[in-house]
Structure formats: structure tokens, C-alpha cells
């Protein structure tokens, strides 16, 4: 076995603390990643606080995983020692049902193995995330990364970039299509760069008026404020395709009405019930949609790597040292993050 270091939440109520934990030593297909940088998620608040029910103690959180391949099994093909690599939201799936034969890992009929706050597919071990010196990974849900990115702006694209792009390209995004962005955190950022780089004229939807000149510098060509329910009116029937990065339940019924005829309004944030319940007229009312879409697959993923490595695509990060970790998590909460909190791994 190898010993790992990392933080973990030991329950719902526990800031983050040192932790030791093992590793198992790689096998044939596995890779061992020695990280260097890990994104902080909202999701990792949600999974340690319990937010979504089940959570498992002690957890390691951290999806958005970076490093360098130190080790690899026998028959690995994919990376080799000393190249850059990276995790993601999954580490293993069944591979053998339709969704996982689709490349929709994600949507395994078993359950996909959750890089952390899960169990490995022996229905024992715990899976530990990266906030973390040490990863060991099947090669088969290990990615490549472009090597003109820098690492620690390009760990939030294994979760924040997946999740907004998989639902960008579903939906056709491209030139001549208005989108809407709705919540401009980690997800938002990446949805307004995202979607601008295919061509779209994107327009960030905001509680917060501070970030609108903000929006335009990731590349929005429009702001609308989601509190001013005059502008709200004014955009009405606006778009075929509005992501809502919510972390919370919320009233969806205004962002239903600036769909066009047909639109979809794809949920990504808000995992617990939708209270309240849509007004049926928003969706009668022009055949609109309201959907949702959870992060992407492992061959979209690395698609979308290496589009963000042909645009130069990264996040916007405030890298920061594992110790001031709870205090992140504590201004996530509070929305105060542009836009991303990345952790530097040498400061374990
Ligand atoms: P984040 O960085 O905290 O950003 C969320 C943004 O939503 C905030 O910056 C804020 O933007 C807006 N917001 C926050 N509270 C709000 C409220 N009460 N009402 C209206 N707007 C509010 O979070 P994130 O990391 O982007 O994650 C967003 C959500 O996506 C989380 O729930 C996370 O668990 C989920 N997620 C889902 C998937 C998936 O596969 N579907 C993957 C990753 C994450 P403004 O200031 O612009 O209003
Ligand atoms: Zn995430």
C-alpha cells in the first residue's frame, strides 16, 4: 500500500483536518499521480456537509485533480512517467452497460464510482479524493492534459469545465445561438468562456451586480441581472438554452420565462428538490423544457481538454495553501470567490 496524506471531514459538522489514509499500490492498468494542484467545488461543501443525504466519513474531498504520473502498471498506454495528467469526478464505472458503452460513464447503471464519498467497486474501500499528495487511478479514467495549460488554472475544468461544456455541446451551442449563464461562480465562469469559444452570444445571468463588468472580461457579451425584474421581463422568451449553476433550491419559474419557444433550462446545481415547484404555464406555455445533465463523460472530457488547450481556455483561480482550506470553503459559501479556489499540494 502506499500512504497517503490529505484533509478530511470526519462529519457534517467538522472542518477539514489533516488525515492519514492508503492508497493501493498500482495495479496493471493503474496510474499514480503525484498531485499538484486540486480545485475546490462546491460540491465538496454539499458531500461534506451531507447536503445530498449518505455521505460517507472520513472523506477526502477534491475532483478537480492535477498532477504528474510518477508510476504507471504494466499495461498502461495512455500516459507514461512524467507526464501531466488529471482526475476527474469519476475514478471507475461498470463499463459494460449502455451508458458506459455510450461514453456516458457518468450515467452507469450500477452507479459510477465518485472519485471521493464513495465506495471502489469491491463495495468496501472508501474512495478518497485530492485534497491529497497521492492518487491511484485506472488509466482508463485518468486524462491527458494539453501541455500549453497552465496546471493550476486548468484543474477546474475536470468538474466545473466538464459540467458546463457537456451540456453546451448537447445542446448545439455554437454561432447565431444565444445562451444563458445563470450563477457566475466556478461552473459560470467556465459556462460564459465556454460557450463564447463556440460562438455563441452569451449572456451572464447574476444575482450580484459587482460582477457584471466582470462577466464581460470572461467574455459575456451581456449581463442581466436576475433581481431587477424588469430586466428580467425585458429578455423574456429570449433563449433556446439557459444553464442554471444555482447551488441551491430556487424558484426556476423566471428562468423559464427567458426561454424562447422550445428552450431548455438544464439544471446543474441544485441536486435537492426544486421548491418551488415550476408555474406549469412556463412550460406549457412554449414547449419548454426543464432538464438537467450531471458532469460528462471520460471521452467528452478529454474533448473538452483539448478544445480549452486549443483556445487556451483555463479558469480564473485564487490558488491557495491547504491550511486556510476551511476558510475557502467558508467564503465559497458566501459567494466570495472569482472564480475558483485551487489548493497548492506543496503546502501539505
Ligand atoms: P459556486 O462557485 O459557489 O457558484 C455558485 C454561484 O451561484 C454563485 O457564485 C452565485 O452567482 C450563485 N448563487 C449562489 N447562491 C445563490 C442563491 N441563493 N440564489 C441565486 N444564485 C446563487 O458553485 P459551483 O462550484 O459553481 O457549483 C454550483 C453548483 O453546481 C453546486 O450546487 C455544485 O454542487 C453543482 N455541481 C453540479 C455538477 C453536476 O454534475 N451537475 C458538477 C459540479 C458542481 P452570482 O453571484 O452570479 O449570482
Ligand atoms: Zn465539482
Not at 462529519?11 to 486540486?38: A, Y
Not at 449563464?181 to 466556478?186: E, N, T
Not at 479558469?315 to 476551511?326: L, M, P, Q, S, Y
Request: with cysteine; charged share 20%.
Amino acid at each position: 500500500m502506499i500512504s497517503a496524506r490529505g484533509w478530511a471531514a470526519h462529519s457534517p459538522t467538522s472542518p477539514l483536518v489533516p488525515f492519514s489514509f492508503e492508497r493501493r499500490d498500482p495495479g496493471p492498468h493503474d496510474v499514480q499521480i503525484k498531485i499538484r494542484w486540486c480545485g475546490i467545488c462546491h460540491s465538496d461543501l454539499h458531500q461534506a456537509r451531507d447536503d445530498w443525504d449518505g455521505s460517507l466519513y472520513p472523506m477526502v474531498p477534491g475532483h478537480e485533480i492535477v498532477g504528474d504520473v510518477v508510476a504507471t502498471g504494466a499495461q498502461v498506454t495512455r500516459v507514461k512517467r512524467g507526464d501531466a495528467a488529471a482526475v476527474g469526478c469519476m475514478v471507475d464505472s461498470c463499463r459494460t452497460c449502455r451508458p458506459c458503452k455510450a461514453g456516458l460513464e457518468q450515467y452507469c447503471d450500477e452507479g459510477a464510482t465518485w472519485t471521493y464519498n464513495c465506495h471502489e467497486r469491491d463495495g468496501v474501500t472508501l474512495t478518497q479524493g485530492g485534497y491529497s499528495d497521492v492518487i491511484v487511478v485506472d488509466e482508463a479514467f485518468v486524462l491527458a492534459m494539453p501541455n500549453n495549460l497552465d496546471l493550476s488554472a486548468a484543474a477546474p475544468l475536470l468538474c466545473a469545465g466538464i459540467t458546463t461544456w457537456s451540456p453546451l455541446v448537447h445542446w448545439k451551442t455554437g454561432p447565431g445561438m444565444e445562451v444563458g449563464v445563470a450563477g457566475i461562480g466556478g461552473l459560470g465562469h467556465m459556462g460564459i468562456k465556454l460557450a463564447r469559444a463556440l460562438g455563441a452570444r452569451v449572456v451572464a445571468i447574476t444575482t450580484s451586480p459587482a460582477k457584471a463588468a466582470e462577466a464581460h472580461r470572461l467574455g459575456a457579451h451581456e449581463v442581466l441581472l436576475s433581481t431587477d425584474a424588469a430586466a428580467m421581463e425585458r429578455n423574456r422568451r429570449r433563449f433556446p438554452l439557459v444553464l442554471d449553476t444555482i447551488p441551491v433550491s430556487h424558484d426556476v419559474t423566471p428562468y423559464l420565462d427567458l426561454l424562447d419557444i422550445d428552450g431548455s433550462l438544464v439544471i446543474v446545481g441544485a441536486f435537492t428538490e426544486i421548491v418551488p415547484p415550476p408555474r406549469g404555464t412556463a412550460l406549457v406555455g412554449g414547449r419548454k423544457r426543464l432538464t438537467g445533465s450531471g458532469i460528462g463523460g471520460i471521452r467528452e472530457t478529454q474533448e473538452m481538454l483539448d478544445f480549452c488547450g486549443t483556445h487556451g481556455i483555463t479558469a480564473d483561480v485564487e490558488r491557495i495553501d491547504i491550511a486556510t482550506v476551511n476558510e475557502a470553503w467558508a467564503r465559497m459559501q458566501r459567494g466570495d470567490v472569482r472564480y475558483r479556489f485551487v489548493i497548492d499540494m506543496a503546502t501539505l
